[in-house]
């Protein structure tokens, strides 16, 4: 669990939903633990509490893989699962600060400016309640995979900052007011994505419990195109696996992605440059020094860049023993590329 200082307080958060799986035979530190999601303090008094950690379908010994449909959906609301940021309208003296999970200070500007004053009031209101507001942060510019066509602060829940309980969708409906609401779903929908039917506008569903207790079901869809659409580096890693068509295929098969699939291209493509040019820039080097000892070969690349250093060397010796110096480089360039590059 990480502790930041923020404005003055407390703030905890985990550092990775691995660490929840090692502490499964200690029921205690597990639930105090899954507190640890952007909790605030202020001394002993807790400030903001956003949301507990809660887990996929399946993902932990709570939710095991072959859990009986009907206990998923229990009694529980159907809500539809966002995909943007968490945001906590947080009181901080007379002002409310738009919190992140970790508190991010560009998340704040954004919504700041985006607010027209109705959310902070509302922030205030939940605040002397009791309440700290949960809210998603959807917007063009923060997009993850669904393509949002407009910056809106969408209402999710209200947790209560002394108990944890969370209000019960009908009664936040009401309370809201004017504020934006998450949509409610139906349980036919979760059962068709529990069967394996797919939508293409939205990331999954939320079923919150009236004990407080949620679980996510992401949609096979978004769960296939997720790690190319949010990562830079598994886009690469795919590139040097030579899986790159692969990549394509899934990004093309979906509305929601296809307008990535230029960008893709376009890296492969730069990232095709930068290895040819760097492979030659090596080769080139090494075979313009053929000539020298080992000796001088080290101390005539003395100046040349550390971390490519050890590719000269490789393919030197790759030299002295007759192999291919460009198939050697190639292979070592990709390796390396991928790592600066992702």
């Not at 809500?79 to 947080?90: F, P, Q, T």
Request: negative net charge; proline residues 3%.
């Amino acid at each position: 669990v990480i502790r930041r200082d923020v404005q003055g307080m407390d703030l905890y958060c985990y550092a990775g939903t691995h660490a929840f799986f090692n502490l499964a035979d200690d029921p205690e530190l597990f639930a105090a633990a899954r507190e640890a999601r952007g909790i605030v303090f202020a001394g002993e008094e807790i400030v903001s509490r956003p949301y507990h950690k809660f887990f996929n379908a399946g993902e932990h010994a709570e939710y095991p893989v072959h859990v009986p449909e009907e206990h998923i959906i229990r009694d529980g609301v159907v809500l539809e699962k966002l995909d943007g940021s968490m945001i906590a309208g947080v009181q901080v003296g007379n002002s409310i600060f738009w919190g992140t999970k970790m508190w991010a200070d560009e998340f704040h500007h954004e919504i700041s400016q985006f607010d027209d004053g109705k959310y902070e009031e509302f922030a205030k209101q939940a605040n002397r309640d009791g309440y700290t507001p949960i809210f998603e942060w959807v917007s063009p510019k923060r997009k993850i995979v669904i393509p949002y066509e407009k910056e809106n602060l969408i209402l999710t829940g209200m947790r209560h900052k002394e108990t944890g309980a969370y209000l019960p969708y009908e009664d936040m409906v009401s309370y809201a007011g004017d504020i934006p609401v998450v949509q409610q779903c139906s349980k036919d929908d979760l059962m068709e994505a529990l069967n394996g039917t797919d939508r293409e506008d939205m990331e999954g569903y939320v079923v919150r419990h009236p004990d407080g207790e949620m679980l996510k079901v992401k949609l096979d869809w978004y769960v296939a195109v997720h790690e190319y659409a949010s990562s830079r580096k598994a886009i690469l890693k795919a590139i040097h696996d030579d899986k790159i068509d692969d990549v394509i295929s899934i990004l093309n098969r979906y509305e929601a992605t296809r307008s990535l699939v230029a960008e893709v291209e376009a890296l492969t493509k730069d990232f095709g440059k930068f290895v040819q040019s760097k492979v030659d820039e090596i080769v080139g080097m090494v075979e313009d020094r053929k000539h020298m000892s080992r000796k001088e070969f080290a101390l005539d690349i003395q100046g040349y860049d550390k971390y490519w250093k050890p590719v000269l060397f490789q393919v030197r010796t790759e030299q002295e023993n007759g192999g291919n110096l460009v198939l050697l480089a190639d292979k070592l360039v990709r390796e390396r590329a991928g790592k600066i590059l992702g």
